[in-house]
């Protein structure tokens, strides 16, 4: 059963960084061959897509909220992907899933794996 672990949320204060980290396990196929993906849910609201990063990293879609702060990269040789978050705000407390789908989107329907959520809270 494929397995998604994500890590590296917790609470920070507002400039802060965070790095998050999500590891797959037990995949059909090899880890390149899928696009990694980041999302995030705050309560109240809908999941929304943050950032992905095609198998072989060439291709990579990044909402405007999230440019130039977060940077998404990958190391298909851990099956692991990261999300590196700098200078935090409040507005990006969410829990961030991360997730697994055959191509650069930003539609959370077309991604088939996805992972648990990690909790980050941005502190004003």
């Known amino acids: 059963q494929v397995h998604l672990v994500e890590s590296g949320g917790g609470l920070v204060q507002t400039g802060g960084s965070l790095r998050l980290s999500c590891a797959a396990s037990a995949l059909p196929v090899t880890y390149s061959n899928y696009t990694a993906a980041w999302f995030r849910q705050a309560p109240g609201n809908d999941r929304t897509f943050v950032s992905a990063l095609s198998g072989s990293a060439e291709t990579t879609r990044t909402r405007e909220f999230a440019k130039g702060r977060f940077f998404i990269s990958r190391d298909n040789t851990k099956n692991t992907v990261y999300l590196q978050m700098n200078n935090l705000k409040p507005e990006d407390t969410a829990v961030y899933y991360c997730?697994?789908?055959?191509?650069?989107?930003?539609?959370?329907?077309?991604?088939?794996?996805w992972g648990q959520g990690t909790q980050v809270t941005v502190s004003s």
């Open positions: 997730a697994l789908g055959p191509m650069v989107a930003g539609r959370a329907e077309l991604y088939e794996y």
